[in-house]
Structure formats: C-alpha cells, structure tokens
C-alpha cells in the first residue's frame, strides 16, 4: 500500500490503477488537508478542497510533464484552490509576500537569558524522552496537535518543508513567498515546535 | 607574520538562538558561521538547543499520514473512477 514513488505512482493512476490512486491521495491527504484548512473557515471547507484538487489533477494529468516536481505540481493547484475557496469564504488571509514577516519573535522567550543573554533558564533535556514516546506511538498526535496550533503561514512552511519534505525552492514556488521570509517563517515555526515539545514532555535537566 | 589576531565579536546565547535555521540551511555568511560554531564549542547549553532543533524536524518528518476512513476511500474511488469514464467518452485536449 505504501509503496512506490510519486513517479510509479503516477503511471499506474495513468495506466487506470484505481488503487495507485487512493495510495497516493492518502500519502499527501493530511498535508494537503493541513495547508487547505490554513486558507479556510473549516474543516469541511478544506476537505472540499482537497477534493476538488484531486479533481484538478485528474484532468491536468495528461499535461503533467514532470518540469516540476509532481508535489510542485499538486500543491500549487491546492493552493490555488484553497485561496479561492477561501475568498468566497469571505475569509481574509495573509498570502504570499502581501504581507510584511516582522521579525520580532523570539524563538525562545527573552525572560530564558539573563541580562547579557547567557541562558538563565537552559533547554530541558528531551530528546531521549522523545524518542521512548515515539517508539510508543505516543509522540506523533502531540505534535500533530501542535503543528495544527502554529500560526497559519508557518504553518504551511513547515508543513511542506518538514512533513512533506519539498525543497526551499518548492515551498517558495508553491506559496509565492520570497526565499528570506520562507526561511525566517520556517525559523519561527521550528522554534515553536521545539519549544512545544519541551513544554509538553521536557523535564528539568 | 602571525594572524592571532582573532577580531571575533562572541556571539551570546540568545543571538545563537536565531541563528539556527540559517546554520542548519547553510545560510549563514561564513563569518557568522564560524562565531556561532565557537559559540557552540564552549556552550553545552546552545549545543543541546541545536540538538533538539535537529530532532524537531526529525521527528515532525517521521509522522505518517492517517488512514483514510473506509468512506473517503469509497469517495476517492468513486473520484477516479467518474473521471476514469468522462476520459474515455471524450478524446483529451492534451492528446
């Protein structure tokens, strides 16, 4: 079920494969339900979105020639998508470079350094923690949770940098966002998740 | 001639914070590079932070994708397969 590439994937969804179909929906369904909903008022919104780009790629496959990448391809029709979706949802967003990236949050609480910046209160050991918990499957919903709880354009960074695993280039192309906000995006993104995780399962070293 | 003299402004901690993802995209100009890597060579603290910024994005890797419920498979069959007809009842604009 789980195997073969996108490009193996492809071929068989194009030779008539039903199977390689719903394979490769449920590869990429919880990122793409993840980014639509950034865009939307509600989930069922964003599942109509999914939908429909599954739709989208359906009748763009024939002229899918692998100049970009296929999840290049799929997420810049999501996204297309959800924007408009989300417009008729009357939902106002900040997408692509629009709006400003401020660049004044910290990505660890100024109260942790004391007054020449030196750690006052250090990172909590959590890494081994962290690794007994995923081998327990206890890991992956906390960090669902707090992936879902990051705000939206950091979001959609992380979401397809890190779950998805596209390159920087890919995220920009996708969100139409500039390669110095992808990366101070990701770069608070990142720091929440990490500050998260040490909220939620660190201990004091 | 000796070049000892190292003109190296330290970095403090909660500079070397921010610097992490620019270190970790190999980003940062090689100046900044190096003070943050000294930095990180006597600093046991920001050396975990790093280590931790690592898992991080280890661990939000690792996360497989849910199972699609039996119903949004059915739904994502019937997609494909509605598309599957309409394909073959008329010729592709692509060819």
């Keep these: ?205 | 001639m000796m070049r000892l003299r190292l003109r190296r402004r330290d970095l403090v901690c909660q500079q070397a914070v921010e610097l992490v993802t620019d270190y970790l995209e190999s980003r940062l100009p090689r100046g900044d590079r190096r003070r943050y890597e000294a930095h990180l060579a006597g600093c046991p603290h920001c050396t975990e932070y790093l280590a931790q910024m690592r898992k991080t994005i280890e661990l939000t890797g690792t996360l497989t994708p849910d199972d699609l419920t039996p119903q949004m498979q059915d739904d994502f069959i019937a997609l494909y397969r509605q598309w599957h007809a309409d394909d073959a009842g008329e010729p592709s604009p692509e060819g």
């Design chain 1, 1 to 205: 079920m789980d195997s073969g590439t996108d490009a193996q994937l492809l071929a068989a969804l194009r030779a008539g494969d039903e199977r390689a179909f719903v394979t490769m929906v449920q590869r990429h369904h919880a990122a793409m339900l993840r980014l639509a909903s950034s865009f939307v008022p509600n989930v069922a919104v964003a599942e109509e979105v999914v939908q429909d780009t599954w739709v989208g790629v359906l009748r763009g496959i024939g002229g899918f020639e692998g100049r970009s990448s296929f999840r290049t391809w799929l997420f810049r029709i999501l996204i297309n998508r959800a924007r408009t979706a989300g417009a008729r949802e009357r939902r106002t967003i900040a997408v692509g470079d629009t709006e400003a990236v401020s660049d004044t949050e910290a990505a660890v609480s100024a109260s942790r350094f004391d007054g020449s910046g030196s750690w006052l209160s250090p990172p909590e050991q959590w890494i081994e923690e962290a690794e007994n918990r995923l081998e327990a499957g206890k890991l992956a919903d906390f960090l669902r949770t707090a992936i879902d709880d990051l705000p939206d354009r950091q979001r959609q960074v992380v979401t397809l940098r890190d779950l998805e695993g596209l390159t920087s280039g890919e995220v920009c192309s996708v969100l139409e966002i500039s390669e110095s906000n992808q990366r101070v995006l990701l770069h608070r993104g990142r720091s929440r998740l990490r500050q998260a995780i040490e909220t939620g399962i660190g201990r004091p070293s």
